[in-house]
């Protein structure tokens, strides 16, 4: 049936996939093992600032996780809008496994998270609180969508000026390290050839309070067909929405697409639908049946980590629309 394969997002995707993988190699584990624990790893990682515990804050200042996870429309599962728990994809798991439903949000899903035995967690570190309170400081007051309301009633107060300057640094900072980065978005195909995707994220850093992505969406941000492929999308999250970016990979290459044809045409799509701003980016994964695999990014930067039984290492995208 092939070799084992995991394909992660971005370089935090590597080590994503070192916690995976024994998962995935395992006598009684297998693809969805490892792509839960793969998340599990990018979730609990607090320099990770765009997923789990330690992930940027919404515009109020509260930190809120969207997840998804599956291995086929039949099977899968999906949590949005989590602000107590630090593994999302475990909830999205539970969801799957153990209730009729597809997605869970906000109490609900905290609720179905305390009912199974999960933690609850404070999601918020110190140097994501600086991030928010030096935007806030500098961009938050002028953000379009954001209420001014929200704001002032955010759960901490704005940084006096005197202090501006240095939790300016912090965040700045912490956004160049960022840039290579971002959701976590998981990919596996085991031994046996089973198939199964999942994704983790806080969000787009400083969104509207109650803005959900594509993360958590089926079709949107994960989508897993074991007929027709896989596939996992990264980035800006209303870009993606709008043309049901991994629905629309695995349905092409269902109908005989290569991955790397499928993933190309998602961000031609969404180059085509969308007035791009300069600093948009979507990147996609795509992962046919038997193995074949390919990328595609709107822009430079996105790099997918890969890891076989010999190979453990970042590549770029086979396609890279705007150059
Ligand atoms: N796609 C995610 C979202 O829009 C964010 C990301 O990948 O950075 O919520």
Do not use: K
Request: net charge negative; glycine share 10%; hydrophobic share 45%.
């Amino acid at each position: 049936m092939g070799e084992p394969l995991m394909l992660a997002t971005w370089t935090t995707g590597q080590a994503a996939n070192a916690a995976g993988w024994p998962h995935l190699v395992a006598p009684d584990g297998g693809a969805i093992d490892a792509v839960e624990h793969a998340c599990r790893n990018a979730e609990a990682d607090p320099q990770n600032m765009t997923v789990g515990y330690g992930g940027r804050p919404d515009a109020a200042g509260e930190v809120t996780l969207d997840a998804s996870i599956m291995v086929s429309p039949a099977r899968c599962g999906s949590v949005c809008f989590v602000r107590r728990f630090m593994h999302p994809v475990s909830i999205a798991r539970l969801v799957m496994d153990r209730s009729p439903h597809v997605l869970l949000a906000g109490d609900g899903a905290e609720r179905f998270a305390l009912a199974h035995g999960l933690e609850p967690a404070d999601l918020l570190t110190n140097a994501a609180r600086q991030a928010w309170q030096a935007w806030l400081a500098t961009r938050g007051a002028a953000a379009v969508g954001t209420p001014q309301a929200n704001i002032e009633e955010a759960p901490a107060a704005a940084a006096p000026a005197a202090e501006a300057a240095h939790v300016v640094e912090a965040a700045e900072a912490a956004e160049a390290a960022e840039a290579d980065h971002d959701t976590i978005g998981v990919l596996a195909r085991d031994a046996g050839g089973r198939l199964a995707g999942a994704c983790s994220t806080s969000g787009m850093a400083f969104n509207a309070p109650g803005r959900v992505g594509d993360s958590p969406i089926i079709g949107h941000g994960l989508y897993v067909d074991p007929d027709r492929g896989a596939a996992v999308a990264t980035g800006h999250g209303e870009l993606v929405m709008g043309v049901c970016g991994t629905f629309l990979a695995v349905e092409r290459m269902g109908q005989g697409a290569s991955p790397a044809e499928a993933a190309a045409e998602v961000v031609r799509r969404i180059a085509d639908a969308y007035d791009l701003a300069e600093n948009d980016q979507v990147g996609i994964i795509t992962l046919a049946p038997d193995g074949a695999w390919s990328s595609a990014a709107l822009r430079r930067g996105f790099r997918v980590a890969v890891r076989t039984p010999d190979r453990d290492e970042l590549a770029e995208p086979h396609t890279v629309l705007l150059t």
